[in-house]
């Protein structure tokens, strides 16, 4: 399975944005999604992550009730809208694909990974 994502770019604190994650394959809509970021001289973090028909989500608690990840298994993409963006967003985010499907908050648990989309937010 291959993932591309996108939607990355540069925002003010405040605005929006929302990544999107394609995936190649029929397979990618039996694999829970979930999202991460990575920093400048930090580890890469989970964000989010949705299991594999959408009912289910998982945040971590500093995007909770900022963030909403969404899928649409027919067209292979899963989303992270992001409101009420903080400088501390600033990230390249990633998604990647788990087998199994929530609870898992560690990167290495993931088993496909996309390229990144570098997000920037300025205060």
């Known amino acids: 399975v291959q993932l591309q994502a996108s939607g990355g770019g540069l925002v003010q604190a405040g605005g929006s944005l929302r990544l999107s994650c394609t995936g190649s394959?029929?397979?990618?809509?039996?694999?829970?999604v979930g999202w991460f970021r990575q920093a400048p001289g930090k580890e890469r973090e989970f964000v989010a992550a949705i299991n594999w028909s959408g009912g289910d989500t998982d945040y971590t608690d500093s995007v909770r009730g900022r963030f909403t990840i969404s899928r649409d298994n027919a067209k292979n993409t899963v989303y992270l809208q992001m409101n009420s963006l903080k400088p501390e967003d600033t990230a390249v985010y990633y998604c990647?694909?788990?087998?199994?499907?929530?609870?898992?908050?560690?990167?290495?648990?993931?088993?496909?990974w996309g390229q990144g989309t570098q997000v920037t937010v300025s205060a």
């Open positions: 990647a694909l788990h087998r199994y499907g929530l609870g898992f908050h560690e990167w290495t648990q993931y088993d496909y």
């Open positions: 394959g029929r397979a990618f809509s039996t694999y829970a």
